[in-house]
């Protein structure tokens, strides 16, 4: 019998629908009932393609004896990361303030007031490893509620008004200037890691925002240090097991320091992000691997992310079918030496191992390898090299495939927008740039609806029913204004003025601060808050920095002196925790710049446009257009008149304008192309 996830559309929910633990979505009616029966609530929290939370649900939610103690004694919610990412983090919060370490699955158990009181991670089904068995758990939460309800009250009190006590200070007055940028800047050079790429030690996660600071960083200051971290970051990801070496893309991360056996989930962000990442090292660089990197890793988001709707997909899972038929981590995706014989004859077979590091002892389990590019230097045959790679995929594309959590997730949506609308333009892809705005427009369609207020997700061209927060809106707008930006279309800047505007009358606090939820929201336990950038931007910098395009687009002082005001985070943490605040110091990059505006009077993708495209200036925005109506849909294109009845660009910052120009070379100079 389908328990009440069977109505959702979430696909982490949806593999739940039919464990015999009676699962209720998050809802107020969840928690009603575990008043009126007068037990807890058990919170579990995962997502579609977390490797250990199917470990834990086929371990104990799909046991009879566990589920019929649960579905007695308690109250089972079952929550979606990725859909509920406010619900996520207030709990989560709790759980590492209290255990000091968190991660999914997420195991809550609460009063029905939604108070924590006992919390957890993935628990196995036997006791081991000095932790007890889940059910183990369940009976000591029981056993507490029933004879210690007073002690229970007592903890959840207690951690909840800690919560409350932790709210966030802005960073004190002022934005970040060339002093935290300094301190920033050192902090990240003492964790580089000099031998590998990358920063800290294992695992290790694509830093894919401190290269993109970084970049600017190089662009605005001529920092050679800050580029030669980016760039060697870049070509040892490039080269490692966590760049899929056949079919592109990027798994989310290597659990050692050398990049080498990865975390073989595939998640739309990470990909996004270094999408555009590669592509603004190639546009700084000329790099020939930055390039078929950008372009290889755009190819595999559009061939095994993209939905029938023209939206993104979530992620690919880490787990598949392997030969034996068991459901193993990276089984799509490892050779051993014989598999790749089987497939490429003993001659090739011997080249393929030796060119991707293929050994008999294997990088992986069972001998198994994850392939990688060695760090050696020596020439090889591209042709034979692009004979071995399309016939390995082709033999690859055979075998059992990972699942594809098909949920469309508007703030990562909004990321890989900005990715293929750049890398579409600058490498001449028109059909790039189409994928972009198809997915626009399904945010637009589905996600805005009427109202003007994002939806979280959607799938099969139908929105979910969790309200978006302020990442949606953050990165959803700084996707619609890279578009409007290659596209020359106005209305995409219209659309971010619409997202930018809820930003400023829902999510804005006191002091410049900003919220993950809006004013009017669920209320949950804490009104959740945080600026970190970890695996993708923090609602707050997203938002800082399309706040600030925004305002460079239009000239309007009230979206500017919100973006000013929320860099007062990357003030405070820039110096303390750089690596957690790489778009936060990108942004901060592009307000110490200016950032440029430029208005180019002519053609949509001609040379001028394209050279203001290519320009490096951190955060620059672009607007581009002809003839009487431009200024309509760029303010930044009004009164901008043809010289000599040629194109012309125009190059404006902080109120101060150069002469017009009409010559692509001289605009590359003053754009630090």
């Given at each position: ?544 920095g399309a706040l600030l395009s925004y ?98 660009a125009y190059v404006c910052r902080h ?19």
């Amino acid at each position: 019998m389908a328990n009440r996830l069977a109505q959702t559309t979430s696909p982490y929910l949806l593999q739940h629908a039919d464990n015999p633990v009676d699962w209720w979505p998050w809802s107020p009616e969840a928690f009603e009932e575990a008043r009126k029966r007068d037990v807890p609530v058990l919170l579990s929290v995962g997502y579609a393609s977390c490797h250990w939370c199917h470990v834990m649900a086929h371990e104990s939610f799909e046991d009879e004896s566990v589920a019929a103690y649960l579905n007695e004694r308690f109250v089972a919610v079952k929550v979606d990361r990725e859909e509920r990412p406010d619900v996520d983090a207030v709990y989560m919060e709790a759980v590492q303030a209290a255990t000091g370490h968190g991660g999914w699955p997420m195991t809550v158990f609460l009063t029905p007031d939604a108070e924590p009181f006992y919390f957890g991670t993935y628990f196995p089904p036997e006791p081991r490893h000095g932790s007890p068995s889940f059910q183990q758990v369940l009976e000591g939460v029981s056993a507490a509620w029933t004879d210690r309800r007073e002690e229970v009250a007592e903890v959840a009190g207690r951690i909840v008004a800690d919560l409350a006590g932790r709210s966030l200070a802005h960073g004190g007055d002022g934005v970040p200037g060339e002093a935290e940028i300094a301190q920033a800047l050192l902090g990240l050079t003492r964790e580089y890691d000099e031998q590998h790429g990358g920063f800290g030690g294992a695992p290790k996660f694509p830093p894919a925002m401190v290269v993109e600071f970084l970049l600017r960083h190089y662009a605005r200051t001529g920092s050679e240090g800050a580029l030669q971290m980016a760039a060697d970051t870049c070509s040892a990801m490039a080269r490692g097991g966590i760049y899929d070496q056949l079919g592109g893309g990027f798994a989310r991360y290597s659990v050692d320091r050398e990049w080498v056996v990865p975390h073989f989930e595939k998640m739309l962000y990470d990909n996004a992000l270094l999408c555009r990442v590669y592509a603004h090292l190639w546009r700084t660089t000329g790099s020939t691997e930055a390039r078929r990197i950008a372009l290889e890793t755009a190819d595999f988001m559009v061939r095994e992310l993209r939905t029938a709707e023209g939206g993104f997909a979530s992620a690919l899972d880490a787990d598949s079918v392997d030969r034996q038929g068991k459901h193993v981590e990276g089984a799509f995706y490892v050779w051993t030496p014989a598999q790749l014989r089987e497939v490429l004859g003993e001659e090739d077979g011997a080249f393929a191992a030796a060119y991707f590091g293929v050994t008999e002892e294997g990088t992986f389990e069972e001998g198994a390898s994850v392939l990688q590019l060695s760090g050696e230097a020596r020439p090889v045959d591209a042709g034979r090299v692009a004979d071995v790679r399309a016939r390995l995929l082709a033999a690859r594309e055979e075998r059992p495939r990972p699942g594809r959590d098909d949920k469309v997730v508007a703030a990562w949506n909004g990321l890989a927008i900005a990715a293929l609308a750049e890398t579409g333009t600058y490498f001449d892809r028109p059909d790039l740039v189409e994928r972009a705005t198809e997915a626009a427009d399904l945010l637009v369609r589905v996600h805005l609806g009427e109202v003007a207020r994002l939806t979280r997700t959607s799938k099969d061209g139908r929105a979910g029913t969790n309200a978006g927060v302020l990442e949606d809106y953050g990165d959803v707008a700084e996707g619609f204004l890279a578009l409007a930006a290659v596209t020359g279309e106005g209305a995409w800047l219209e659309f971010a003025g619409f997202l930018l505007d809820v930003v400023l009358e829902q999510f804005t606090g006191e002091g410049g601060q900003l919220y993950d939820t809006a004013h009017e929201a669920e209320k949950l336990i804490r009104r959740p808050q945080d600026p970190t950038d970890s695996a993708t931007p923090a609602g707050w910098t997203a938002a800082a920095g399309a706040l600030l395009s925004y305002a460079a687009y239009t000239g309007s002082e009230a979206h500017r002196t919100a973006a000013e005001g929320a860099l007062g985070v990357v003030k405070a943490l820039a110096p303390r925790a750089p690596r957690f605040i790489g778009w936060g110091l990108a942004v901060a990059e592009a307000l110490l710049d200016g950032p440029r505006e430029v208005a180019v009077a002519g053609p949509v993708g001609g040379e001028l446009h394209r050279t203001a495209l290519l320009g490096r200036a951190p955060g620059a925005v672009v607007a581009a257009g002809e003839g009487p109506g431009a200024g309509a849909e760029f303010p930044l294109l009004v009164d901008r008149p043809l010289v000599g009845g040629e194109p012309t660009a125009y190059v404006c910052r902080h109120f101060v304008c150069d002469a017009p120009t009409t010559d692509a070379g001289e605009l590359a100079g003053k754009l630090g192309g």
